[in-house]
């Protein structure tokens, strides 16, 4: 994961949503990790990359159901 040059793609599921997504990309880049934000207008399958060797590690979807206030720190679904 550490070699990626993307380690977490961060993705929000509508663009309702493009706030909190960059809120949680900034907050990643503040921990030390290499972070993409796909705010394009596609549905969700669009933005995960399908090859089995994609260059980014993680993805983090950001969806309204995960805006609410978790200690005061954005919060996102992330997978592998």
């Known amino acids: 994961m550490w070699l990626a040059p993307v380690q977490v793609a961060v993705l929000p599921i509508t663009d309702r949503v493009n ?28 933005k995960i990359p ?4 994609a260059e ?12 609410g206030a978790r200690c005061g720190r954005p919060f996102a679904s992330v997978q592998r």
């Not at 949680?24 to 399958?45: F, H, M």
């Not at 980014?56 to 805006?67: E, I, K, V, W």
């Open 19 to 46: 706030d909190y997504a960059e809120k949680v990309s900034a907050g990643l880049k503040a921990a030390g990790l290499r972070v993409e934000t796909n705010l394009k207008s596609e549905k969700i399958g669009a």
């Open 56 to 67: 980014n590690a993680f993805h983090a979807s950001a969806g309204r159901s995960r805006m």
């Open 50 to 53: 399908s090859r089995p060797n």
